[in-house]
């Protein structure tokens, strides 16, 4: 309808439309996984409980919307990095640091920080895949002193 038509300050009208471009920015399927569904879960641990639920016992990570984005191989890639990445984190992380991200972590559950470490505890799967036998020690040894401050 607006055709050549000029309007306001002489813009042509389908000038003025296209002006403003969509300006999509690519991003790694890492990148993706970080700042779009990383970033509103609570805490480290809160994040490391979330990427070890999406692995399964075969070792494959599951999460259908990286996957479709950025194709299986880059969404396993991404997924095994944050895993790893997160699991770095919190080892390197003081425990005076932990105890306040047991509390951030365990907020949106809806549990006190005690259960959810305990429920923590109880799990087989947090680890990444191959963290290496000094990485499973260390953090046994953390989510132990852990119980232990609160």
Known sequence: MCGRQVIADQVPCNDFIFRKRNKMTLKSAFEDLTETTLHPISG????????SSLRRATGYYEH????RVHGELAAQRALAEAHRSMLSRILRSPLQRLVEDLELSSQPKGITPAVYLQNLRLRTDLLPPEPGAASARHFNSVLHALSSLT
């Open 64 to 67: 259908w919307g990286l996957g």
């Open 44 to 51: 480290m641990l809160g994040k490391l409980d979330y990427l």
